[in-house]
């Protein structure tokens, strides 16, 4: 057996990242990746969980937890196992949990091929509820704005796919996505 071959079955680790926290609509994807096998799950937090009551209770923490026990039952982990998550408050329960089952948790500023698939994820989400995808193909720091124009054209159909649960949303963005439709 090659050094490389032993090293492989020997290192398991997974890295969790997640998608769609910053962005005005929608849940969050939260997607993992095993290696050395390089499988991968994606699962979604729905809106819902940021919208009221379950914003203010913070259910999108336990949903993220939730997500990650269905993870380590997936790709059936072992106690050899090390994990890398995202350092984004909604995977802070997760990296909780995973610590108090003893693994091994570090948290990361995740890139590469683990980033781009959760961001495809979440992207691919907004295209099936209706976003233009050539819309979301530029830059996501520009993202919020390009959403909320979407949502403003049709806000009194759209607002349902938004996290009202926001301060912001409530006391900013509704007043003024619901402006643009009366332009």
């Known amino acids: ?5 032993f090293l492989s079955e020997k290192f398991k680790e997974i890295i969790i990242d997640d998608a ?7 849940g969050v994807v939260i997607g993992a990746l095993k290696f050395p096998s390089h499988r991968y799950m994606e699962r979604r937090i729905p809106v819902s969980s940021f ?18 026990e269905e993870v380590v039952e997936a790709m059936r982990v072992g106690e050899e196992t090390r ?9 802070s329960g997760a990296h909780r949990y995973l610590r108090d089952r003893g693994f091994h ?9 683990l980033q781009r698939r959760v961001e495809y994820g979440y992207i691919k989400w907004c295209t099936e ?7 979301l193909s530029q830059d996501r720091r520009k993202r919020f704005r390009i959403l909320l124009n979407w949502v403003g054209e049709k806000p009194e159909i759209r607002e349902s796919l938004v996290k009202t649960g926001w301060k912001s949303w409530r006391e900013k963005w509704r007043e003024i996505a619901f402006k643009m439709a009366r332009k």
């Open 20 to 26: 769609g926290w910053g962005d005005l609509i929608l």
């Open 83 to 91: 994990f890398k998550i995202c350092s984004g408050y909604v995977l």
């Open 129 to 135: 509820v209706g976003v233009p995808a050539e819309m």
């Open 1 to 5: 057996m090659g050094l490389n071959a």
């Open 51 to 68: 919208q009221s009551p379950n914003f203010e209770s913070r259910k999108y923490l336990t949903d993220a937890v939730k997500i990650v």
């Open 105 to 113: 948790v570090e948290k990361v500023e995740v890139t590469g091929e």
